[in-house]
């Protein structure tokens, strides 16, 4: 989670309440703390501008592209992509209602859902491009059942690009890794890049790197 406007008591009540729901299973409580909170990520997020970067390259440009954002939290990621000129029908989920409404108000998104992942609301093979900054994979946020999922609602040939922490990604614990080689394995995507970033440039006091891949459906 990218935390430069997040202060010290705000970051150290997250992680209590996202380890908690590891334990439980329950996300209200980060719901409501994200929804408590929903400010503090506008303009914020490191990760976005990461993606952002990384996947312009697959995009051509065509406004009929159709690209999910998933955890879209207060929309910076489509805010970046329109910045960057990419025109497209951009769509977004997030477990937070404060996050949407801020993510509305930019008023870039054709739709957005509140939706707890790894559950997308959409039928199978709708999007061009889905995107997830932030979001999977740190303790707590969306589950590793979030990539099949994804996968499912991406078209044939789409693109997906999501960032990691990459101790999180690799832990047992997690379950990210199992599920990410299992993809590949049966044949349901394909790898086309992998990125590691260190995050301690701008989180000097937390030892992680981020980890992006970019993956397209088989
Ligand atoms: C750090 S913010 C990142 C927001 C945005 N992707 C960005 O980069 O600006 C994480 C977002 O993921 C959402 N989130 C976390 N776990 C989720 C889950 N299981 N289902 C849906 N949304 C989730 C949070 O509500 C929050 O808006």
């Not at 000129?85 to 108000?105: H, K």
């Not at 099949?148 to 832990?171: D, N, Q």
């Not at 000097?204 to 459906?217: A, C, I, M, N, W």
Request: aromatic residues 12%; negative net charge; proline residues 4%.
């Amino acid at each position: 989670m990218e935390r430069s406007k997040i202060n010290e008591s705000q970051w150290l009540s997250y992680k209590t309440i996202a380890q908690d729901v590891e334990k439980t299973g329950q996300y209200q409580p980060l719901i409501d703390w994200y929804d408590q909170n929903c400010k503090a990520f506008e303009g914020s997020t490191y990760a976005a501008k990461k993606c952002s970067e990384i996947l312009y390259k697959y995009i051509r440009n065509d406004s009929n592209l159709a690209i999910l954002d998933l955890g879209c939290g207060t929309g910076d990621q489509s805010y970046i992509l329109n910045k960057m000129g990419v025109q497209a029908l951009f769509y977004g989920i997030d477990m937070s209602a404060g996050m949407l409404e801020l993510a509305r108000s930019k008023g870039l998104y054709i739709e957005l859902k509140q939706s707890i992942l790894p559950e997308i609301p959409y039928p199978d093979n709708t999007f061009d491009f889905v995107i997830s900054a932030g979001t999977l994979c740190s303790p707590g946020n969306g589950p590793p059942q979030s990539l099949p999922e994804a996968i499912r609602v991406t078209k044939p040939a789409g693109i997906l690009c999501f960032s990691y922490r990459k101790h999180w990604f690799e832990t047992e614990e997690s379950g990210w890794k199992k599920v990410h080689e299992e993809m590949l394995e049966i044949g349901l995507m394909k790898q086309l890049s992998s990125e590691v970033d260190d995050y301690n440039r701008i989180k000097k006091d937390e030892q992680f790197s981020g980890l992006y891949f970019v993956v397209q459906k088989l």
